[in-house]
């Protein structure tokens, strides 16, 4: 029996800036699409960079190193939306490889499913959730459709082990000490072999998974943001804020307020 797919729109909208713009070294927990109306990004994912230009389609899975600014330029315009997407209880994007851009030939097309995107966020919950999902699987079907697409068979190892141990043990204290004991590394092999697994560093991925724990909880539960932090992990309230912010590109109060709206 083949798994379920699952989509979930997050968040998303267009937008234009001039100026400054920018996010470095970034580990999303969800999965972000841009499509550019006008203008550059220059954006670089997993060590490999490119230039985004006028109706390229970029599609940044979930929990990969991205870091994007503006080029010389200094202007971009772009529909945008961060989403979830899972095959079973893996992200769907995690055992595919494709480029992460290409360029859209059917611009109206790709446009007219960005403003229906966008226009359903007016409508009531049950009906908005459908029909975002329906239209994000459109956009990553023709987004796959259009690149050269990979099966990657990834063959399971002590590294694996710890990011199982880290999804299922996120709400407690984890470091990476105790990761290497999992492992049985040492502590310097260990972060360099989970840095080659997954392009980012222990802690890094720890928070990933957290902060994927936080939205979830900031769309489904009326808990308090204390309430959430202590939830998933977090202790330090100041450092909780700070990282929210630069991952998800707004203060938790925000995100809940978006979400709502």
Known sequence: MSEIISCSFEIGNECTFYSSWQGKNLILPHS?????????????VNGKSFIA????LVLIPANVVHSCSLTD???????WCHFSM????????EDLKFPYIITVKDVDYVKSLFSQLFSFQSTKSLEKD????????KIVSYFLQNCSVEIIEAQKDEID??????KENYTEEITAIKLAEIANYSLNYFIKKFKQKTGTTPIKFINTVRLNAVCQLLKDTDLTINEIMHKTG?????????????????????FRKLQSN
Do not use: H, R, T, W
């Not at 972000?32 to 670089?44: A, N, P, S, V």
């Not at 977090?234 to 925000?254: E, R, T």
């Open 53 to 56: 230009k006028k109706n390229d």
């Open 161 to 166: 082990d710890c990011i199982n141990y880290i």
């Open 73 to 79: 330029i200094k202007y971009m315009k772009k529909d």
């Open 86 to 93: 899972k095959k079973g209880n893996k992200d769907f994007f």
């Open 234 to 254: 977090f202790l330090d309230q100041a450092y909780f804020a700070k990282l929210f912010k630069k991952n998800i590109g707004y203060s938790p109060m925000k």
């Open 130 to 137: 459908i029909m975002s999902s329906a239209v994000i699987c």
């Open 32 to 44: 972000k699409l841009y499509f550019l109306l006008d203008g550059e990004i220059f954006i670089e």
